[in-house]
């Protein structure tokens, strides 16, 4: 029974070549682009899953409340929290501790003359492989990071110091400190699907001894592994003691109030709310995107498909009038239609596979993901993918086979084939779903397009055009970077030169300071960080009141603020002189502001402007170029040149401020080019189904454009008989689609601090990119249909 089924649907598919094509190119696109999306929600659901005790690792996130603040939500917590939770609680199996190396910069480690960066390096327990799970190459986990300055190696950094070796444990690396640590165990790569990607594992038995009470610090991403059958939610309950019993004595003073509580690890990427992240997170928002995008794909080639089937019904008439006379019933004649489709979607899908083999190197390009064709060969994968042709087989055939199988046998074959032909109202409310799908992506996609656009060209308060970033690390550097920054200054490429300790895009200090205010001096955190006179002016920025540093004599007591600082106090026009000291210093210190200089982004546009203090550091060790060249390869070659004379020992590494500042938005960035194109595909794969509902209408049509050609009826009157139904469904359309659009729209702007706002240009640019879409594809039948020699069509009446 099922054989002859197949044969019947295989010499259908065979009889109608064409349009067996375009429904099988139609289904297999939308298929492939649904897969690669569904692939890219797997990846971001799939992170941190690989840890074998995933189910009981949490990360413990701190929430701090300063007065007339928000509350600040920080994925780091003091170092001494790790042994507490250890000690205090029985719920706890292990607790395990990393910090970050270098302040998050890039670190120079040498092997014997080779001397390389290398990111991600972390301080971390000896108990890290009891709770994460990691493929060790070399060593032994239980080991490996106990005895200080010993060091964990991944495979591709042992490999890129050492080569290919047999072994690898014993040797050593050397940082520019002069720090020599010993590799005792080099593991497989972290996989790329984790939170917290790392390089270098260093013991944590390195740090100084000054860490182990120093609960008034963060900076430690502390990770708890709790025991079997524990409740995180009671556990969690539990930690409100920990700010009273350690920490109360250090903040309650200033009335900052604080709470600690514990997050999923795997849950963290999509999930988590807290900055200080040590990766970039994923959204959730965007799974949902990508979901609805993926199934209105698989949609639109399902309705397709039924346009298609049903305005072809008329050729099915007198197959199914007589199949029912020789006995057949609606149920057998339902799965024959059924068949046909799932066939349909099979051949679909074989061809989606080889589409998707084509474009995964591009689409992990576009994604930042490491998907492989090794990917779509896993059992997990290959039922995913039936499952998504058997969807789209029943899903795109249902209809027309019950449909098809209702058709009366004698009105058929007395030639009554109207019926057969008809239900017109139901393609064109399938026209108007997928109209109004592609309508909606395309209003997404141009406002999307314009934030991202907005937040690249925004005026920052500071310009970061054509500025150099180097940073110099390594012990009893100041006279050299002194030396290096007027050397810089005797070149005519070089507009302007200066040191800092940060600059825009990079984290900064938040420290607790006492600040003169109306009601007195009051605590509260303020971010922080120091240059030298020649910053401001190298950068852009502009003074709003008072001066710029001037050389030496502000080193002591001399601070720049921002706008943000005086909005912030109610300093208003009388911010110059006020003062401003650390919390909790008793000794008389006060520094004085001098200067106001105009708001900037310090962060990115996701965060509104904080307030800022600016002390003065003649030498720091992050050095700015402004350079004026239109070609900045030599510019950057005499840079180098310079700094092997002064710097011999160190590899010269350097970045640009505004590809710095704007890898902020990287996530984004990718996740828009994503929604374009796929934005542009549903368009594709609507015109494909409407290319060919057209045809066959025109096709339907001919005898009657004939006559009307034969009665006088010219171009200009016979096209817009055909067009006008498909501009009233455009119409329609954007009924339907500009709401939902606005409203979601709306919402996902106010994600940003800094947005646009809604205007009606992608609105109305949309639908005018789908009626003349439509047009085009209508018009072009039509007037083929219009121009065609009316005796051809009239030759059998």
């Not at 990111?119 to 971390?124: A, D, G």
């Not at 940073?471 to 810089?488: D, H, L, Q, V, Y």
Request: net charge positive; with cysteine; charged share 15%.
């Amino acid at each position: 029974m099922l054989k002859n089924l197949v044969l019947v649907a295989l010499r259908n598919l065979k009889r109608d070549k064409w349009y067996s094509l375009l429904n099988i190119i139609g289904l297999a696109i939308g298929i492939s682009f649904s897969l690669l999306l569904i692939f890219y929600i797997i990846d971001e659901l799939s992170y941190d899953r690989y840890n074998e005790k995933a189910d009981r690792i949490y990360r413990v996130n701190a929430y701090v409340k300063e007065p007339d603040k928000d509350t600040m939500r920080w994925a780091i917590t003091p170092f001494p929290m790790g042994a507490a939770l250890n000690k205090d609680y029985p719920e706890v199996e292990e607790a395990v501790r990393f910090v970050g190396a270098g302040g998050g910069n890039d670190i120079m480690y040498k092997n014997g003359d080779q001397r390389l960066y290398e990111n991600k390096v972390f301080f971390v327990d000896s108990n890290i492989f009891k709770v994460f799970t990691h493929k060790f190459i070399e060593g032994s986990p239980q080991t490996a990071l106990v005895a200080p300055n010993s060091m964990v190696l991944t495979q591709s950094v042992a490999e890129k110091f050492f080569g290919r070796n047999k072994s690898y444990v014993g040797k050593t690396l050397e940082n520019i400190n002069g720090d020599v640590y010993k590799v005792t165990a080099v593991i497989k790569d972290v996989p790329k699907n984790s939170h917290l990607l790392f390089n270098i594992l260093i013991s944590r038995s390195s740090l100084p001894a000054d860490f182990a009470n120093n609960w008034g610090g963060f900076g430690f991403y502390t990770y708890v592994l709790l025991k079997p059958n524990t409740s995180a939610a009671s556990f969690e309950k539990k930690l409100l003691p920990v700010y009273d019993k350690y920490l109360a004595s250090i903040f309650a003073q200033f009335n900052i109030k604080m709470r600690f509580g514990i997050i999923p690890v795997t849950a963290i990427h999509l999930h988590a709310d807290t900055d200080n992240e040590p990766e970039e997170l994923g959204s959730m928002s965007y799974i949902y995107i990508f979901a609805a995008v993926a199934f209105f794909m698989l949609l639109i080639a399902c309705i397709n498909y039924m346009n298609i089937t049903t305005a072809r019904s008329a050729r099915r008439a007198k197959e199914i009038g007589i199949r029912k006379v020789a006995g057949s019933t609606q149920k057998q004649l339902v799965a024959q239609f059924l068949v046909e489709s799932i066939v349909t979607a099979c051949f679909a899908l074989l061809l989606s596979i080889g589409i998707i083999a084509l474009l995964l190197p591009a689409f992990n390009t576009i994604s930042g993901k490491f998907i492989s064709f090794a990917t779509l060969l896993q059992p997990k994968t290959l039922w995913i993918m039936l499952g998504v042709a058997a969807f789209t087989g029943l899903a795109g055939g249902s209809y027309p086979a019950f449909y098809l199988s209702k058709f009366n046998p004698v009105n058929i074959l007395k030639g009554s084939l109207s019926k057969a032909s008809g239900n017109v109202t139901l393609r064109r409310v399938l026209v108007v779903v997928q109209f109004s799908i592609a309508m909606i992506m395309l209003i997404c996609t141009w406002v999307v397009y314009g934030q991202l656009k907005y937040l690249r060209n925004k005026d920052l308060g500071f310009n970061k055009a054509q500025v150099m970033n180097l940073r110099i690390n390594g012990p009893n550097m100041r006279s050299k970077i002194t030396a290096f920054t007027n050397e810089m200054r005797n070149m005519p490429q070089v507009l302007s030169v200066s040191t800092a300790q940060a600059v825009p895009g990079q984290n900064i200090n938040l420290q607790l300071f006492s600040v003169q205010s109306k009601n007195g001096f009051v605590e509260q955190g303020v971010n922080n960080y120091a240059i030298d006179e020649n910053y401001i002016n190298t950068l852009g920025m502009k003074m709003a009141k008072g001066r710029n540093f001037t050389g030496l004599s502000d080193t002591l007591r001399s601070i720049i603020v921002n706008e943000k600082m005086t909005q912030q106090f109610g300093w208003g026009n009388d911010a110059v002189g006020k003062r401003v000291k650390f919390a909790g210093d008793t000794s008389g210190y006060y520094a004085e502001v001098i200067g106001v200089v105009k708001d900037f982004n310090q962060q990115s546009l996701y965060n509104p402007i904080a307030p800022l203090i600016l002390f003065y550091q003649p030498v720091s060790n992050s050095v700015q170029l402004k350079l004026n060249a239109q070609n900045i390869t030599p510019v950057v070659k005499l840079i180098e040149s310079t700094w092997k004379k002064i710097f011999p020992d160190i590899v010269f590494q350097y970045t640009f401020l505004d590809q710095d500042f704007d890898s902020q938005y990287a996530a984004d960035q990718k996740r828009g080019k994503i929604f374009t194109a796929f934005s542009i595909l549903t368009i594709a794969i609507t015109c494909l189904g409407l290319l060919g509902l057209i045809a066959f209408t025109t096709q339907q049509r001919r005898k009657e454009l004939s006559i009307r050609k034969i009665m006088g009826a010219g171009v200009g009157q016979i096209v817009p008989l055909v067009t006008r139904n498909f501009i009233a469904l455009v119409g329609i359309s954007c009924l339907i689609a500009f709401p939902i659009a606005y409203l979601f729209m709306d919402k996902w702007l106010k994600i940003f601090p800094y947005n646009t706002g809604l205007s009606a240009t992608p609105f109305l640019l949309s639908a005018l990119t789908v009626l003349i879409i439509t047009m085009l594809t209508v018009s072009f039948h039509a007037i083929k249909a219009a121009t065609a020699n009316p005796v051809e069509a009239l030759r059998s009446e």
